[in-house]
């Protein structure tokens, strides 16, 4: 199976402006999470869905908002940017707690500069 | 709120040795911690993790430990070797219809040659 991909890989904005990323999970996975991380705040959690709805939230401003469409897909956007969301910003994919599996699969992450 | 903390932030050893990292966690309805291996520019990928109803897994030269009284789980590598160097993360989740990974801070780990 192909592995989580992401685009794009890189993305240079300015403050102010807003930011779409893009996920693609595993084949069959219906779980995507979202992390972002950064050399002072380590990896953490933004949000997570599951079959289009949000199943939990982070400790992140409502600028940071995502979706996930039926085939799982998911994007996550970020608006009026600010210098502080540079980072890198890592999508996971995961299959259902009950094939006993609860692996999550990152993908190689999008890393956001903001100038 | 969830927290999880993770000892040492940078190991240094001789290829060879033996490696620990250290992590707790405050949420006592945790029940699954994997650990995550993340070389540099690539993609976090998991080593190992362990389950609650379970003290301690081995994969080679890999172990993990669990103590839920103490709420505390531990890394250890063993005979280490220079493809070992990474950084380490640490995680904690509940065992629930969320996939929430709360992440320690991450250990550097060099290995010698």
């Known amino acids: 199976k192909a592995g989580v991909t992401q685009t794009p890989r890189y993305l240079i904005k300015t403050r102010g402006q807003q930011v779409t990323l893009s996920c693609s999970p595993i084949?069959?996975?219906?779980?995507v999470s979202w992390y972002q991380q950064t050399p002072g705040q380590g990896l953490q959690f933004l949000f997570e869905y599951f079959s289009e709805t949000q199943r939990n939230k982070g400790n992140f401003p409502g600028r940071f908002s995502g979706r996930q469409f039926s085939n799982s897909r998911s994007e996550m956007n970020v608006s009026t940017l600010e210098l502080g969301d540079s980072a890198l910003y890592l999508c996971?994919?995961?299959?259902?707690?009950?094939?006993?599996?609860?692996?999550?699969?990152f993908g190689p992450g999008t890393r956001l500069t903001v100038l | 709120g969830e927290n999880v903390e993770q000892h040492p932030s940078t190991l240094s050893v001789q290829e060879g040795d033996s490696a620990v990292i250290k992590c707790t966690y405050s949420d006592s309805a945790s029940n699954y911690f994997p650990w995550y291996k993340q070389e540099l520019g690539k993609r976090p990928q998991l080593i190992i993790d362990i389950r609650s109803n379970v003290g301690e897994k081995k994969d080679q030269r890999i172990a993990v430990t669990l103590n839920k009284t103490a709420k505390h789980f531990s890394l250890h590598i063993t005979e280490t070797q220079p493809e070992d160097s990474a950084v380490y993360f640490c995680?904690?989740?509940?065992?629930?219809?969320?996939?929430?990974?709360?992440f320690g801070s991450g250990t550097r780990l060099l290995v010698r040659p």
């Open positions: 084949s069959g996975h219906r779980s």
């Open positions: 995680a904690a989740s509940r065992m629930d219809s969320s996939y929430k990974l709360i």
């Open positions: 996971a994919s995961s299959s259902a707690w009950t094939s006993g599996s609860p692996e999550q699969f």
